[in-house]
């Protein structure tokens, strides 16, 4: 079976070189020439942890080209992987969607074919697809095309595991597309393919719940599930502030409620909040779609507003012990969104140190893989890159530990704060877990440091912190 990618992203990607792994022949569609010349030469367009080996392994199946009539009309699956970044109203950008399907649309070739959406699309799009189809396709029967909504739940940082031993498969469609994508996915579905050896078979794992349904609910199935994962951080996030009010530890708090097995520990960190090119999207995306719909989603709108608080929190904890931020050096630590990705979008520390910036204070940056992609996405920042944790840290007066990179939690921090010249550190994480022996204030989220020494961290005046 041939099967065409159409966007080279962090989804398309990864699903292209998963099914050339799984042995199909793929091509690989992208508009953007320098991204597929680069593919061409075995170079990725993103960070994601042993995409590259599998890369190794599976390019004798795969193609790479910016020309839709090169790998069009031979496929017999389109899987439809381009970006639909929020508008300012919330609703998602369909332009690349638009424009995608009307180009797939003119070299559809009259054979059976399956345009699958695993872009993550607004509830109905599915039905919107297959119009535009008609309208656009020269050799359109509609027993020969049909459109299935396969959407994504991948998680960048571990993007090959979870696409290659998902927790379920849902497809979205009718007859005898369904029936295609199950043989197309049938190595997934009866895991009776060869385990890369980067990327092992978890133990215990048997096969993925496969999740028959419509279009419109395979639709809401995604939206929903993102919002939902956002509002259980939300919900961590409001009842740390509750925690530190009355002196409880969210730590111990969310570990005691995550023992229920209905409740589950995952997607309760409290921090710095979401970030990333989903969770706000999607939530934003499903309460514009009630809005259309003269539905309010109150529940949602809150998980929006207390990640925004989240964010502005961060900020004052810092102001709270360096009072004025002008003419102040902080280090921002980790810039990508979550660790073990490059990816930007909607990051907490752009917030960061957009309104350090905006109240004076110099800002020094440090992430281990993600300054290269913000030299050409954060050019609306001024801040100095540091080559180092240890560099950024130099001289400052304070840190924000905005990405919970494995580097910043293993990292020797009573070595490295000696070289700061005030010790504040808002750890909007909560990494730091070892006994602080020099003299800091250490601000975590939802709980006081148990083994400072200088605590309750308020206690010190600014102009007494440090060395
Ligand atoms: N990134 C994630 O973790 C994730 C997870 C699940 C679902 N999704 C959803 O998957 C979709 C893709 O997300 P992403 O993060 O991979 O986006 P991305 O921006 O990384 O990739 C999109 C790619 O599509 C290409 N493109 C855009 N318009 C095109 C066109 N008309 N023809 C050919 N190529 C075109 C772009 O050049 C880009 O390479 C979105 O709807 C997103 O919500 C993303």
Redesign the pocket.
């Known amino acids: 079976m041939n099967v065409t990618i159409?966007?080279?992203?962090?989804?398309?990607?990864g699903t292209a070189i998963m099914l050339a792994y799984l042995g199909y022949q793929v091509t690989g569609?992208?508009?953007?020439e320098e991204?597929i010349q680069g593919l061409r030469d075995g170079i990725l367009?993103?960070y994601e942890p042993g995409l590259a080996e599998l890369l190794t392994a599976a390019s004798p199946n795969l193609h790479w080209t910016s020309r839709y009539e090169d790998a069009i009309p031979q496929a017999d699956f389109i899987f439809v992987?381009?970006?639909?970044?929020p508008l300012p109203d919330g609703h998602?950008n369909l332009a690349?969607l638009e424009?995608?399907v009307r180009?797939i649309a003119q070299h559809l070739d009259g054979k059976p074919q399956i345009i699958v959406n695993?872009?993550?699309?607004p509830i109905g799009t599915g039905d919107w697809v297959m119009r535009t189809l008609e309208e656009h396709a020269a050799l359109y029967a509609t027993s020969h095309y049909e459109v299935v909504s396969n959407?994504?739940?991948?998680?960048?940082g571990t993007?090959l595991g979870d696409s290659l031993y998902p927790d379920r498969i849902v497809l979205g469609g009718s007859g005898w597309a369904t029936e295609r994508m199950r043989a197309l996915y049938a190595p997934l579905i009866e895991q009776n393919f060869e385990a890369p050896a980067h990327v092992p078979r978890p133990r215990g794992y048997e096969r993925p719940a496969l999740v028959e349904t419509t279009l419109t609910s395979a639709e809401m199935i995604?939206y929903s599930a993102n919002a939902f994962l956002a509002l259980k951080i939300s919900y961590a996030n409001e009842i740390a502030g509750l925690c530190e009010c009355v002196g409880a530890d969210i730590h111990e708090v969310t570990a005691g409620i995550g023992l229920d097995h209905r409740i589950g520990t995952r997607f309760l960190a409290a921090g710095a909040g979401w970030g990333?090119?989903?969770f706000g999207?999607?939530t934003s995306a499903l309460i514009s779609t009630g809005q259309d719909y003269g539905y309010n989603m109150p529940i949602l709108r809150a998980a929006m507003s207390v990640n925004a608080r989240q964010r502005s929190l961060v900020i004052e904890k810092l102001q709270k012990h360096l009072r004025l931020l002008k003419g102040k050096r902080v280090a921002v630590l980790g810039m990508a969104f979550k660790p073990d990705t490059d990816?930007l979008r909607d990051a907490p520390a752009h917030d960061f140190i957009a309104r350090l910036c905006q109240l004076g204070a110099t800002v020094v940056a440090y992430d281990p893989v993600a300054m290269p992609r913000a030299r050409t996405e954060w050019g609306d920042l001024h801040y100095l890159e540091a080559t180092s944790a240890h560099a950024a840290l130099e001289g400052a007066d304070a840190v924000i530990v905005a990405t919970e990179w494995a580097e910043f939690r293993s990292m020797n921090w009573n070595e490295a704060l000696c070289v700061m010249r005030n010790r504040v550190i808002v750890d909007a994480r909560n990494i730091i877990r070892e006994p602080l022996t020099v003299p800091a204030i250490l601000e975590q989220i939802g709980r006081d440091h148990p083994h400072s020494s200088f605590l309750p961290a308020s206690a010190l005046p600014a102009d007494k912190v440090g060395a």
């Not at 569609?29 to 953007?32: F, V």
């Not at 959407?151 to 960048?156: A, D, G, H, S, V």
């Open positions: 159409v966007g080279t992203g962090y989804v398309g990607l569609l992208d508009y953007d991204k367009p993103i992987c381009v970006g639909t970044p998602p690349y424009s995608a180009s695993k872009s993550t699309v959407p994504e739940f991948l998680r960048e993007a995604k990333g090119s989903c999207k999607d990816d």
